[in-house]
Nanobody, 124 residues
Framework: QVQLVESGGGLVQAGGSLRLSCAASGRPFSSYALAWFRQTPGKEREFVAAISGRAAATAYDDSVKGRFTISRDNAKNTMFLQMNSLRPEDTAIYYC?????????????????WGQGTQVTVAS
């Protein structure tokens, strides 16, 4: 079992930056693939980015590639999402998630553990 807690969301203007954090508990932390998803009212939860257990592989949705960077610090049991050049369409609740395997990573149904979410609002 792993417990996840997101932080770092907030209100920013278009073009600004935010850094989201996901603190995790559970052993061994490096065995979990981690991902960020986001969701807005009335829409399906959307894949944002994923990172494999030892950070050998990462993946991004085309809408954020080149603007967002996912990383992790296994010694501190923490994952990060650096978000730059934010746009109003990035506004959503962002969720941290975890699973045992780094495969079919864009499908939210494959993830076993979820945080409570953190709100990101980008003003136009």
């Amino acid at each position: 079992q792993v417990q996840l807690v997101e932080s770092g969301g907030g209100l920013v203007q278009a073009g600004g930056s935010l850094r989201l954090s996901c603190a995790a508990s559970g052993r061994p932390f490096s065995s979990y693939a981690l991902a960020w998803f986001r969701q807005t009212p009335g829409k399906e939860r959307e894949f944002v980015a994923a990172i494999s257990g030892r950070a050998a592989a990462t993946a991004y949705d085309d809408s954020v590639k080149g603007r967002f960077t996912i990383s992790r610090d296994n010694a501190k049991n923490t994952m990060f999402l650096q978000m730059n050049s934010l746009r109003p369409e990035d506004t959503a609740i962002y969720y941290c998630s975890a699973r045992s395997l780094y495969t079919d990573i864009r499908n939210s149904a494959n993830y076993d553990y979820w945080g409570q979410g953190t709100q990101v609002t980008v003003a136009s």
